[in-house]
């Protein structure tokens, strides 16, 4: 007898998704910690199906890609705010983010953020 | 559906929500600074996406997978992400096996009552042959009496 282990209610069918053009923020579940993603899955997908070299993508490799993507901007925010703390300020700026991604190694493939949008062509 | 480079971007609201709470009360964020960091936020997807290409082809797949994310984590040097993303990996698969197993329960209940409403429909039915190869029978044996 499968009881309804799962954390919060057990809503549709399809997941976690703001797929609407509308950024809708998700609201947070009841058990803290179980949102397991914020950011709508189907944006996520778009930019994994931008890439000509990738074929398919697996549902929970696309969930990974949005959490990790999350964790990528929680990082980067703090790292962004030692250098805006250095300056005695309370916002962040643009600079800031700039000074991140040259002090940290990680953030190299950041490094021509200056550049609009990479040109994605998108068939 | 027309996908512009600008629609790829992730949303601004949920972006900043983040940005937010990963950062102390009080302090705020520039638009500049916002849009930087979501366009960092595309970006960084897009190459793990890569990199977690490359490995799902060396393993001759063409479908990409949550073991080769996780190791494209580890090649771009994210290994600090790798443990959270376990973690989450496994909530969710929970949750999906939740929501399966729901669904499933519920298809299953619903099979069993179009099994009974046939198996009733079926057993009328059977009830009818039974009382006719019974009239047959009794006519076969009135003939042979008469005979």
Known sequence: MAAAAGSGTPREEEGPSGEAAAPQPQAPTSVPGARLSRLP???????????????????????????????????IAKDAYCCAQQGKRKTLQRRDLDNAIEAVDEFAFLEDLSIPFPDITVS | ?????????????????????????????????????????????????????????KGKRKTLNASDVLSAMEEMEFQRFVTPLKEA???????????????????????????????????????????????????????????
Do not use: H
């Not at chain 2, 500049?32 to 960091?37: G, K, Q, Y």
């Not at chain 2, 069993?112 to 409403?117: I, L, V, Y």
């Open chain 1, 41 to 75: 899955l189907a944006r996520v997908k778009a930019l994994v199906k931008a890439d000509p070299d990738v074929t398919l993508a697996g549902q929970e490799a696309i969930f990974i890609l949005a959490r990790a993507a999350e964790l990528f901007v929680e990082t």
């Open chain 2, 1 to 57: 559906m027309a996908e512009r480079p600008e629609d790829l971007n992730l949303p601004n609201a949920v972006i900043t929500r983040i940005i937010k709470e990963a950062l102390p009360d009080g302090v705020n964020i520039s638009k500049e600074a916002r849009s930087a960091i979501s366009r960092a936020a595309s970006v960084f997807v897009l190459y793990a996406t890569s990199c977690a290409n490359n490995f799902a082809m």
């Open chain 2, 89 to 147: 990996l496994e909530a969710y698969r929970r949750e999906q096996k939740g929501k399966k197993e729901a669904s499933e329960q519920k298809k299953k209940d619903k099979d069993k009552k179009t099994d009974a409403e046939e198996q009733d429909k079926s057993r009328d039915e059977d009830n009818e042959e039974d009382e006719e190869r019974l009239e047959e029978e009794e006519q076969n044996e009135e003939e042979e009496v008469d005979n």
